[in-house]
């Protein structure tokens, strides 16, 4: 069995204000934090005492998951073998949103839907980058869409 670690992910309108009040209230500490070209949040890493939990601004994927019923927690599982996980949760009903594929920030991911409308992000670092580099590799990509 592959080592799993399991990261919730909150989705709000406001992801700066969230990591700030997570600051305030919980002594949350940001690991990492990077940005659309227009300033959004698109993926943050706070640390919560011993616990790791992301804060991500919503896009359209989201408000349209959330409008179709599903939650705006998205679970992240960081596991050692992407496609096989991916694979598993396939055959045991969970549908596509986006296939597990080499992303240019050094991770291979993809993002499915199970049953209960949960979405889950498989996630296997391929790369250990910088987090200037991780941010300079986004400003890359997003740009470019």
Known sequence: MTDIAIVPKLVVAGADRAIEFYQKALNAEIIARYTAPDGSVVY??????????????????????????????????????????????????????FPVDDRDYGYRQGRVEDPF??????????????TAEV????DTVIGES
């Open 135 to 138: 941010q300079q590799r986004l």
């Open 44 to 97: 943050s890493e706070l640390r919560v005492g011993d616990a790791v939990i992301s804060i991500k601004d919503e896009d359209g994927t989201d408000r349209a998951a959330s409008t179709l019923g599903g939650s705006p927690v998205i679970l992240t599982l960081e596991v050692d073998d992407a496609d096989a996980v991916e694979s598993r949760m396939l055959d045991a009903g969970a549908s596509t949103i």
């Open 117 to 130: 409308r949960y979405q889950w992000i498989i996630s296997q670092r391929t790369e250990d980058l910088n």
